[in-house]
Structures are given as structure tokens and as C-alpha cells.
T-cell receptor, first 111, second 112 residues
């Protein structure tokens, strides 16, 4: 079974708006990562947040982590049409050597 | 710098045929992974390797075999393909367990 689950499954916004995606997971983690996948391409790593961190920024991306609620959110500010993609969270359980992915959020940014 | 390269990119098989997918990475990574991606199901781990000569089962290993004879290569084999194995297969590697994964561009396999 999948460790992480994203919400919503699909999100459509206008260019310039902010996009927020959420991820919930089940077990304790070492870290949580977010990936992006453009249609027909491989996944690309966006950001990693460790279990002892609560917030992290990278450019227009802001990730939060709440280990007490076992949840994370990815905020993309000032979205662009080029941000249209699927976004996946992936969790690394404490003792495991593998990432487990959620089913993703399909983000569409309308020009 | 090629990163992670998968071959072939596309393949059509008949039920019962066998094939091998090759993943090659040039980053000297210890850890390599094979995932499959199906619509609405995200990525599921098939097999992985934590170093040359090692392999381990992931979430959905049945019907697949793997080998890691060289550090830079991770092969995924289908001995007797079934329509349920129609999917997009992704290889990934990392130099640090639980670290950032680097993905290939995917191999789209159709089993008729």
C-alpha cells in the first residue's frame, strides 16, 4: 500500500495564483520529498524536508511538514503555465532504504 | 552528463514473451530502483539494489527479476510477460539511502 497520499487529485488555477497541494502519510519518516513530473517524462526532485524541519523554501516553492499530523503541504507561489505537471510526495520511512510515492496531484495552470 | 538512461524507451510484447529493460547511471550511485507507474496509482517499487551484486524485493516484485552485476547497471527482466505488466517503468538511482532520487525518462511497455 502507498505511504503517501496527495490531495487534491487534480487542481486547476489561473496563472499568477498560488497552488497548494497536501500529502498525508502513515508511518514515521526520515524525510519527505516532493517531485514533479511533466507529461511523458521522468520525475524530477523538487525539495526534501527532514523530519526535524517544519518549513523549507526553494525559489517559489514552500514546503511544510507536520509530523504530529503526518502531513505535508507544497505551496507554489505566483504559478506559471510551465508549472503544469503532476506533483508527487514521497516518504522515506525511518529504517527503510526506499522511497514510497503517493498517487500525485495533477496541477493545471491556465494562461 | 547523461544521468540515468533507460533502454528501450518503447516496447510491445506478446503475452508469454520475455524481455529485459536496462538502466544505466553514470553518477557512481550505490542505490538503484525500478518502479512501475500506472494511471491513478502513482509509482510502485518493484525491486531495488543497495549496491553491486545485491537486490531486494519491493512492493510489487512478482513476475519480475533483476540483476546488478555492475554498479552502474540495473537490469529488470520479465520472463513471461502478461497484459497486467503493461505499464511505464522508471529506473532511479541515489547515492544516499532515503536521499534525492534521479530518474530516467521511462520505458513504456505494452503487452498484448
Amino acid at each position: 500500500s502507498q505511504q503517501g497520499e496527495e490531495d487534491p487529485q487534480a487542481l486547476s488555477i489561473q496563472e499568477g495564483e498560488n497552488a497548494t497541494m497536501n500529502c498525508s502519510y502513515k508511518t514515521s519518516i526520515n524525510n519527505l520529498q516532493w517531485y514533479r513530473q511533466n507529461s511523458g517524462r521522468g520525475l524530477v526532485h523538487l525539495i526534501l524536508i527532514r523530519s526535524n524541519e517544519r518549513e523549507k523554501h526553494s525559489g517559489r516553492l514552500r514546503v511544510t511538514l507536520d509530523t504530529s499530523k503526518k502531513s505535508s503541504s507544497l505551496l507554489i507561489t505566483a504559478s506559471r503555465a510551465a508549472d503544469t505537471a503532476s506533483y508527487f510526495c514521497a516518504t522515506a520511512p525511518g529504517s527503510a532504504r526506499q522511497l514510497t510515492f503517493g498517487s500525485g496531484t495533477q496541477l493545471t495552470v491556465l494562461p | 552528463n547523461a544521468g540515468v538512461t533507460q533502454t528501450p524507451k518503447f516496447r510491445v510484447l506478446k503475452t508469454g514473451q520475455s524481455m529485459t529493460l536496462l538502466c544505466a547511471q553514470d553518477m557512481n550511485h550505490e542505490y538503484m530502483y525500478w518502479y512501475r507507474q500506472d494511471p491513478g496509482m502513482g509509482l510502485r517499487l518493484i525491486h531495488y539494489s543497495v549496491g553491486e551484486g545485491t537486490t531486494a524485493k519491493g512492493e510489487v516484485p512478482d513476475g519480475y527479476n533483476v540483476s546488478r552485476l555492475k554498479k552502474q547497471n540495473f537490469l529488470l527482466g520479465l520472463e513471461s510477460a502478461a497484459p497486467s505488466q503493461t505499464s511505464v517503468y522508471f529506473c532511479a538511482s541515489t547515492g544516499n539511502s532515503a536521499g534525492e532520487l534521479f530518474f530516467g525518462e521511462g520505458s513504456r511497455l505494452t503487452v498484448l
